[in-house]
C-alpha cells in the first residue's frame, strides 16, 4: 500500500478528473471505492478526500447511503451557467485583444492552422483538445486572475458536456468560423469585435447542446 501524504488525494483527484472529463468516468457513473483503491493500492482515506474534492468542483455527488456518483449537468444548469461563462470569456478575449503581442498572434495563428486541420479531417477530439487550447491561451493573455479563476471553476462543470457539442449536425465547421471571427478580431486588435465574436461563441455552443437534447428525447419517444 503506498503511503498517505499530503499530496496523495491530489494525485487521485486528477486522475479521477482526467477519467471524468475523457469519458471514462461517464456521468451518472458510480464510483465504487472499493475497486478504486484495490486499483491505485490506497487507503479510503485518501480516496475520500479526492472526492470530497470533486464534490467541492461540482464533478461528483455523495448520496447518503449510496455513495458517489460522477453529476450530471442538467439542463437548468447549462442554461444559468452558458450566460455567465459568454460574458467572462467576451471580457478576456476583450483584454487579450488589448494586451496582444505580435508574437502573442503568431501563436494563436498556428493553433487556428491546427484547428483547421482537425476540422477538415473530422478529428473532434483532437479539435476539442486544440480549441481548449486556445481558449486558455487568450485567457492567459487577457491577463486577469480574477476573470482566470471564475472561468476555470465554471469550465469544470460545463466540461462534463460541451464537447458533445461538437456532434451536432454540422456544429464542427460552425465552431470554425466562429473561432476563426475570434481571432479575426484579435488580429485586428478590435476588442469590442473580440468581446462580441467570443459571447456569440459560447451561445452557440449552448445551442447546439440544446438540439442535441433534442435530438436525444424524438429518438427516446420514436
Known amino acids: 500500500m503506498r503511503p498517505v501524504h499530503n499530496s496523495l488525494h491530489d494525485e487521485v483527484a486528477t486522475l479521477l478528473r482526467d477519467q471524468i472529463f475523457d469519458g471514462d468516468l461517464p456521468p451518472g457513473?458510480?464510483?465504487d471505492e472499493a475497486v478504486l483503491c484495490t486499483n491505485l493500492k490506497i487507503s479510503r482515506t485518501p480516496l475520500r478526500e479526492a472526492l470530497k474534492v470533486l464534490a467541492a468542483e461540482g464533478l461528483v455527488r455523495h448520496e447518503p447511503r449510496r455513495g458517489s456518483f460522477v453529476n450530471q449537468i442538467t439542463e437548468q444548469d447549462m442554461d444559468e451557467i452558458f450566460p455567465v461563462i459568454a460574458l467572462l470569456e467576451g471580457r478576456c478575449a476583450f483584454e487579450a485583444a488589448r494586451n496582444a503581442s505580435d508574437?502573442?498572434?503568431a501563436a494563436l495563428d498556428a493553433l487556428h492552422t491546427r484547428l483547421q486541420e482537425h476540422a477538415r479531417a473530422k478529428?473532434?477530439?483532437d479539435y476539442y483538445a486544440t480549441n481548449y487550447t486556445i481558449h486558455e491561451a487568450i485567457i492567459t493573455l487577457a491577463n486577469n486572475r480574477w476573470?482566470?479563476?471564475a472561468i476555470a471553476d465554471l469550465r469544470k462543470i460545463l466540461k462534463l458536456a460541451r464537447q458533445q457539442q461538437l456532434y451536432a449536425p454540422g456544429?464542427?465547421?460552425?465552431?470554425?468560423g466562429e473561432h476563426l471571427a475570434i481571432y479575426a478580431a484579435l488580429r485586428k486588435r478590435d476588442a469590442e469585435g473580440a468581446d462580441a465574436a467570443m459571447r456569440e461563441h459560447i451561445t452557440r455552443q449552448r445551442e447546439a447542446?440544446?438540439?442535441?437534447?433534442?435530438?436525444?428525447?424524438?429518438?427516446l419517444l420514436a
Open 147 to 149: 476573470l482566470a479563476q
Open 209 to 219: 447542446l440544446r438540439a442535441l437534447a433534442r435530438e436525444q428525447k424524438s429518438r
Open 171 to 176: 456544429r464542427l465547421e460552425q465552431s470554425l
Open 103 to 105: 508574437a502573442d498572434i
Open 123 to 125: 478529428r473532434i477530439k
Open 29 to 31: 457513473t458510480f464510483i
